[in-house]
């Protein structure tokens, strides 16, 4: 009899271009294992819309591995203690797994590496994270610099073929997940979710072929809330359902400003894996440690401001846009992402914390490194960061990237304004149900650039 191997899955949820499924059904017997581990990652554990998100991608996994004739085992608890115990009940002689970089995976991994023997593979990024550095050897700091770097080895390898797997002679118990409780019941509150997304690896790569097709208009219409332009790939990416190496070699062949933009922001994403390498805990602390002066505003007005912002009830119609597509759909047009976190940060001076958390527990994508990476740049607080005194004009912007069709969709409030009314209805245009703006725009700049001075000084 073949001792099995274990692929432990976390952020892997995918068959094809998997290097832990490749390598385990290569060596014998495999049997695959999903841990749902709320102890390790502390305050940073899942958030709702994520747990939505988990439950459709496992039945999808559970479902494509059932075509092998093959298994998903769920086990919930202490991901190394789960997978210590499996390793022992199945007589398996390896464990082997996609490496994360979170700090709470990279000590599991060490501590689980201790108890079996562990073979840890890259495959959720471009290039592994840390692996490309200056000419000094030091791993990067700023963006562009990396970007130039990466662009130099890309692509980095093809796509790998989904594994013919071997069976087990004898399966392990498994959970089941619908006893997990990750989709809501009482209440349900996923039903927009729900309607704008399908989870799984073949809806995943659905989408890819038809962004493939789009990609040439990404330039323009990438920043336009009111068009459809956006790939939506970042959920399917973030779970894993798809490799960023299958996203690059399905744009093989296209040209244009719009391919070129998407593989900027795909590099991106492997910079902001690269930042938590170097800062661990970045997402939960200024870089920049003159900023650990800064006077955010704390208190019964700023709480109550913060609440607005997060139902969408500031009285600017893109960011309460977004805050409310964020709610309904667990996802936020990215233009409009930075404005109403810019809006958060510089127009109410909230600690960009308190938005970076909002966002992990709201959005279906929720990275750590990203989410933390994205934060302190519009911030001003982070290693490659704008600079705070730069402050998105809300109005102006809603105005420029044409954003009416967009707020009617999301303010319904507003739906009868015309285009030009529609970005900032002040006075007799304001329809009674829409609030007031919370401070104006003038004021929120003057009051920011003030804070701002106190640390300079």
């Excluded at 094809?16 to 390790?40: K, S, T």
């Excluded at 933009?261 to 805990?281: G, H, K, M, T």
């Excluded at 490194?369 to 998105?392: E, K, L």
Aim: with cysteine; aromatic share 10%.
């Amino acid at each position: 009899m073949t001792a099995p191997h274990i692929v432990w899955l976390r952020r892997d949820l995918r068959l094809a271009d998997q290097p832990a499924f490749c390598a385990a059904a290569q060596a014998g017997p495999v049997i695959a294992v999903y841990v749902l581990d709320d102890e390790r990652p502390g305050d940073r554990k899942l958030g709702g819309a994520a747990r939505w998100w988990l439950h459709g991608s496992l039945d999808s996994l559970s479902r494509r591995l059932g075509r092998h004739n093959s298994r998903l085992i769920l086990r919930r608890g202490d991901a190394v203690k789960a997978i210590a115990e499996l390793a022992m009940e199945t007589g398996a002689s390896t464990v082997h797994a996609i490496r994360h970089y979170e700090p709470w995976w990279r000590k599991a991994e060490a501590d689980l590496s201790s108890k079996v023997d562990l073979v840890l593979h890259d495959g959720n990024y471009l290039m592994p994270p840390g692996s490309v550095t200056s000419g000094s050897g030091e791993p990067y700091k700023i963006y562009t610099p990396f970007y130039r770097a990466i662009s130099r080895i890309l692509p980095a390898r093809d796509p790998l073929p989904e594994p013919a797997m071997t069976l087990p002679d004898n399966w392990p118990e498994s959970e089941r997940l619908e006893d997990w409780g990750l989709e809501p019941s009482k209440p349900d509150w996923a039903g927009g979710l729900r309607e704008i997304w399908e989870r799984g690896e073949d809806p995943a790569h659905a989408r890819l072929e038809e962004f493939v097709e789009s990609v040439t208009a990404y330039e323009t219409d990438r920043n336009l809330p009111s068009v459809d332009g956006s790939s939506r790939l970042s959920p399917h990416l973030h779970h894993g359902e798809l490799s960023p190496s299958q996203v690059w070699k399905a744009l093989e062949g296209k040209r244009g400003e719009g391919v070129t933009s998407f593989r900027s922001e795909l590099i991106w994403r492997d910079y902001a894996q690269n930042v938590i390498c170097q800062f661990p805990d970045y997402p939960d602390g200024n870089y920049r440690e003159r900023f650990d002066r800064f006077e955010w505003r704390t208190g019964k007005a700023a709480d109550d401001d913060l609440k607005a912002w997060q139902q969408g009830r500031t009285g600017y119609p893109i960011v309460d846009a977004g805050m409310r597509q964020l709610w309904a759909i667990g996802w936020m047009h990215n233009r409009v992402r930075m404005i109403a976190a810019s809006f958060l940060i510089k127009h109410l001076l909230i600690d960009w914390r308190q938005g970076e958390r909002w966002f992990w527990g709201t959005l279906v994508d929720a990275d750590y490194a990203s989410n933390g990476v994205n934060w302190q740049w519009v911030a001003g607080t982070g290693v490659d960061s704008n600079m705070f005194p730069r402050i998105m004009a809300p109005l102006s912007q809603s105005e420029k990237f044409d954003a009416a069709g967009y707020i009617r969709e999301w303010v319904p409030e507003l739906a009868d304004l015309s285009d030009d009314e529609i970005h900032d209805p002040e006075g007799l245009l304001r329809p009674p149900a829409y609030p007031e703006k919370i401070i104006g725009h003038k004021e929120a700049r003057a009051r920011a650039l003030e804070a701002y001075s106190a640390i300079k000084e």
